[in-house]
Every structure is written in C-alpha cells, then in structure tokens.
C-alpha cells in the first residue's frame, strides 16, 4: 500500500482559494489512480474528485465541477486539489485516496488522516 499525507488546509472566507497537496510514499506513487473526498460534520463522507494514474483522466462532483480541480505530479509523488470560489458548504475534512476510480469510498484502499478546511461566510 501507499502512505498518504495531506496538507495545506485551512481558514479562508467565502470566494477565496485554497491548495490541497497529498504526499504518497511507498509504492510506486505513478501506478496508482488518486481521489480527494470530504466529511463534514454529521454527514457521510462524499466524494469529491479523482484522477487517473497518467493524470489524463479526472472526475468531478457537481457539487464541485468548475470550482475545483485535481492534478498530480508524478515526479513529486504529490496529488493537489485547487479549490476556488470557495462556499461555506465546502466546509469538511478533506482526505486524500489511493487505489481507486470511483465514487465509492470503500473501494480505496489508501487513506490520509485528513485536512480541515473551513469556510467562513
């Protein structure tokens, strides 16, 4: 399996911008197809991008699709998430995934502990 590290989360008002990066080490980082998913307070968690192995591929949430975009650096073994035009319902842990391509959670074998953004109105 790979190990997971997120980063970069935070405090930021409605409209404004944030850059998560998740840190893959282990395995072989360029195999694996990647995802961002997210748990707010009392709700399940849901999923919120995914990209495949070569970067070629990505999936959006409505919820998210022409706010957000996911990318990864496979020379870095990194997997970002630009997160614009911020709203407070975007307020949640967001974890970073590994293994999968799908909306499914149980599918990913790979997890961060995750980083808390939040959106102030």
């Known amino acids: 399996q790979v190990q997971l590290v997120e980063s970069g989360g935070g405090l930021v008002q409605a409209g404004g911008s944030l850059r998560l990066s998740c840190a893959a080490s282990?395995?072989?980082?360029?195999?694996?197809?990647m995802a961002w998913f997210r748990q707010a307070p009392g709700k399940e968690r849901e999923f919120v991008a995914a990209?495949?192995?070569?970067?070629?591929?990505?999936y959006y949430a409505d919820s998210v699709k022409g706010r957000f975009t996911i990318s990864r650096d496979n020379g870095k073994n990194t997997v970002y998430l630009q997160m614009n035009s911020l709203k407070p319902e975007d307020t949640a842990v967001y974890y970073c995934?590994?293994?999968?391509?799908?909306?499914?959670?149980?599918?990913?074998?790979?997890w961060g502990q995750g980083t808390q953004v939040t959106v102030s109105s």
């Open positions: 995934a590994a293994g999968a391509l799908t909306y499914y959670s149980d599918s990913y074998g790979s």
């Open positions: 282990g395995r072989t980082f360029s195999g694996y197809d």
């Open positions: 990209i495949n192995w070569s970067g070629g591929r990505s």
